[in-house]
């Protein structure tokens, strides 16, 4: 697969990388996490994930984008990769993927500043995380024709402020909101748009129990006009806020159920029903489920268990035109898990893995032909510490 740029050149933003060499192969990545995925209208998957150097945050940090032609059963090699802006001290990480209502498919990453002393992260040797506590705005990649062999990619920009760890939802209105929350602040943030992207505002909702709070808010139109939020606290439970007035003025934040310290999905699917995806337990990240609402989220009768196994997390979902669903998630993100400190040596699992079902699976609690769970998309290859 080739990448075009559309009026602009490569050498003008020497951080994304349109044609990844062994450098950036499993075999050369010692951990892998916070995958998202995106699908387009004849069925082309994308996903991406941020990886490079031993672990996050650090400097060497980068994302990396691979695609699937047969429904997720194999993949790609990276398509490109989006690393630190080193001129200019900006990391760029956790990519977050979406198709828009037009079927453009949006890369979207964050931009963090770091200091002339920032250092690459060891798990030897600890170090001071003093490049990591700013994500100004979320940057974004467009591509008008994301089913085509030659990609042709917009010249990358500023989306919006703020820290977007979930993706953007078109409304039934029309606009545009981009869940893209201030990681110092004291409210929540969400970002508007009525002019397909072009430029946003800002929202704010009261309630947010934390500040320095990695918020990773998860936006969903419930109704025509009624709107939802969750929001990840350190406290031991989402929090929701709701709009009933098209997003114009929201509910203060409050409690919604007991849950770890970890991102989840909510969304509305093709058919008006409500998922949302997180883990199977309250206290940690274990284990990964599946929920279905039929009445706006207002209960979720229908649930599957996608994962049982320890450290799974960061889960993120896309529909196909059929209704199939596509899930994908985190397991054993770094070498910090399972390692022997006498060795050096890890047996973490490093994976992105992807889940293929329906909703009359999730119904019935029965995988169908052609589902699947757990599929491994990549997997991390290196499983020694650097000294």
């Known amino acids: 697969m080739k990448n075009i740029c559309n009026n602009w050149t490569p050498d003008s933003y020497p951080y ?70 080193e001129e200019n001290r900006l990391r760029k990480i956790d990519i977050e993927l979406w198709t828009d209502k037009d079927n453009s ?10 200091t002339e002393k ?19 705005y979320t940057e974004v990649m467009v591509c008008r024709n994301p089913d085509d062999e030659q990609l042709i990619w917009e010249k990358p920009r500023k989306l919006c402020d703020g820290f977007m760890r979930n993706k953007p939802i078109n409304t039934l209105s029309g606009k545009i909101i981009a869940p893209a929350y201030d990681y110092n602040g004291e409210q929540y943030k969400l970002r508007y748009s009525e002019n397909n992207g072009e430029s946003f505002h800002t929202v704010t909702v009261e309630g ?23 929001a990840r606290t350190k406290r031991g439970y989402y929090v929701y806020s709701d709009s009933f007035d098209d997003g114009n003025t929201w509910s203060d934040a409050k409690e ?8 989840c999905y909510y969304g509305r699917l093709k058919n008006g029903m409500i998922a949302y995806v997180r883990n199977l337990s309250d206290a940690k990240r274990c284990g990964m489920k599946i929920c279905l609402s039929e009445d706006g989220g207002d209960t979720f009768p229908y649930e599957m268990v996608l994962d049982d196994r320890e450290n799974a997390s960061y889960p993120d979902l896309a529909e196909d035109e059929n209704g199939n669903l596509y899930i994908v998630y985190d397991r054993e993100r770094d070498n910090r898990i399972k390692l022997n400190r006498e060795t050096w040596l890890s047996e973490a699992a490093k994976e992105i893995l992807i889940c293929r079902i329906s909703v009359d699976d999730v119904k019935s609690n029965t995988l169908s032909e052609g589902s699947f769970l757990q599929k491994v998309i990549s997997k991390a290859k290196i499983d020694t510490v650097r000294k």
Not at 208 to 230: S, W, Y
Not at 256 to 263: G, L, N, Q
């Open 118 to 136: 920032s250092t690459p992260a060891t798990i030897k040797t600890p170090f001071e995380y003093d490049y990591q506590r700013e994500f100004p």
């Open 256 to 263: 919604y159920e007991k849950a770890p310290c970890s991102r």
């Open 105 to 114: 498919l949006w890369a979207m990453w964050i931009v963090s500043p770091y």
């Open 208 to 230: 947010k129990p934390d500040v320095n709070m990695f918020d990773e808010i998860a936006v969903c139109e419930r109704r025509a006009g009624e709107l939802r939020f969750l």
């Open 16 to 85: 994304i990388n349109f044609s990844p060499d062994a450098k950036f192969s499993e075999e050369n990545r010692a951990w892998q996490g916070c995958p998202s995925v995106a699908i387009t209208k004849k069925g082309r998957l994308f996903s991406a994930w941020l990886t490079g150097g031993e672990f996050e945050p650090c400097i060497c940090n980068y994302n990396v984008l691979v695609k699937s032609d047969d429904n997720g059963k194999s993949w790609s090699a990276p398509i490109l990769t989006v690393g630190a802006d």
